[in-house]
């Protein structure tokens, strides 16, 4: 069974969720990813309910030992990951000008959404290699 990592999913409102739904309904067990690992859990538990094979795993782009912590969990249970879906992102004030978007927002904004993601990707980039999907010529591609 083909794995995938989908992170920011911690209701049942957004991309998120739709994207692990879907997935799970083509056969994919889905690893759902969220800032609360409890409310990551009841979303896990309703699309089981649904017939879909999905775990629960708690990321918090914030907090790098966190996303370290999942992909140790992830590497133990499964060895590789086919998909990585980085969907979780923070927009505080989307009506604020440039001009008057505070630089405290914009750097949370800024660390979760660049940042976080960037990390996110970098500690699961072994599972996603592990499967042996992104080979070219025998060689891993650069990215």
């Known amino acids: 069974m083909k794995t995938a990592l989908i992170t920011g999913v911690s209701t049942k409102i957004g991309l998120g969720y739709a994207i692990a739904e879907e997935l799970g ?3 994919f067990h889905v690893i759902i990813a969220g ?4 409310q990551v859990e009841i979303i896990a538990n309703d699309l089981s309910n649904l017939g879909i ?3 629960p795993v ?3 782009l ?4 966190s996303i370290a912590d999942a992909a140790k969990q992830v590497q133990q249970k499964y060895s590789v990951l086919d998909v990585l879906i980085n969907n979780a992102a ?3 004030d989307g009506s604020a000008t440039t001009l008057a978007k505070d630089l405290d927002e914009f750097n949370a904004e800024f660390e979760t959404n660049v940042t976080g993601t960037w990390s996110v990707t970098q500690q699961f980039y ?3 290699a592990a499967s042996g999907q992104f080979f070219r010529d025998g060689n891993p591609l650069p990215w």
């Open 35 to 38: 800032r609360k690992l409890d």
């Open 53 to 55: 094979s999905a775990s």
């Open 126 to 128: 072994p599972m996603i």
């Open 90 to 92: 923070l927009m505080l």
């Open 58 to 60: 708690r990321i918090d």
């Open 25 to 27: 309904k083509q056969g």
């Open 62 to 65: 914030l907090d790098r030992k």
